[in-house]
């Protein structure tokens, strides 16, 4: 198993940044690609980002390139999104995921282990 904790959501204003976190613990030798997930209200999951766990190309959505940045510290077992000009339409919860797969990363379901979620809102 491999447990993921979320942190680092809140309250901005748009043009705002945050980072958000997620400490991953347990059998993190599984792990083939962490991802980024975000459910907007009333709407489906839907991918924003994945990485490699063991380095190479990251990956994202269009409507956060350029935005938003996937890294991680495979010593502390962290990653991170750092999210630059927020828009009110980034207003979601957060998931970050894992897989033990290394491809189909943008597809919800290929993931096998989610964390709690963190909610973030962006104001116009």
């Known amino acids: 198993q491999v447990h993921l904790v979320e942190s680092g959501g809140g309250l901005v204003q748009a043009g705002d940044s945050l980072r958000l976190s997620c400490a991953a613990s347990?059998?993190?030798?599984?792990?083939?690609?962490m991802g980024w997930f975000r459910q907007p209200p009333g709407k489906e999951r839907e991918f924003v980002a994945a990485m490699p766990w063991s380095g190479g190309g990251t990956y994202y959505a269009d409507s956060v390139k350029g935005r938003f940045t996937f890294s991680r510290d495979n010593i502390k077992n962290m990653v991170y999104l750092q999210m630059n000009s927020l828009k009110p339409e980034d207003t979601a919860v957060y998931y970050c995921a894992a897989t033990k797969y290394r491809t189909g990363w943008s597809t919800p379901n290929r993931y096998d282990y989610w964390g709690q979620g963190t909610q973030v809102t962006v104001s116009s």
């Open positions: 347990g059998r993190t030798f599984i792990i083939g690609t």
